[in-house]
């Protein structure tokens, strides 16, 4: 089935959200991927999860608080 899993990203300021659209199921490893690949782009607490169309629920769960994510200018040095 195209489009099977939809991986939503979010944090507090709603206009942040990313939608990535897969054929293939997205495991804990690869949704923690997507977030950190994505962090500059969040701020605040980051939530993530995955959503089987097909069965028409959640199947994987990631809450990031602030605290551990590194300010916008220690991504930087760590991605420079």
């Known amino acids: 089935m195209k489009n ?3 991986v ?7 206009s942040n959200d ?4 897969s054929d293939e199921g997205v495991n804990k490893e690869y949704l923690t991927e997507l977030v950190f690949s994505n962090l500059r782009r969040f ?3 980051v939530r993530a999860y995955v ?3 097909l069965k028409k629920k959640k199947t994987t769960a990631l ?8 300010k916008k ?3 930087t040095k760590l991605l420079g």
């Open 63 to 70: 809450y990031l608080p602030m605290e551990v994510i590194p």
């Open 43 to 45: 701020s605040g607490n």
């Open 51 to 53: 959503f089987d169309n």
């Open 4 to 6: 099977r899993y939809r």
């Open 18 to 21: 990313l939608t990535i659209y």
């Open 8 to 14: 939503e990203i979010f944090d507090e300021v709603k």
């Open 73 to 75: 200018t220690e991504l």
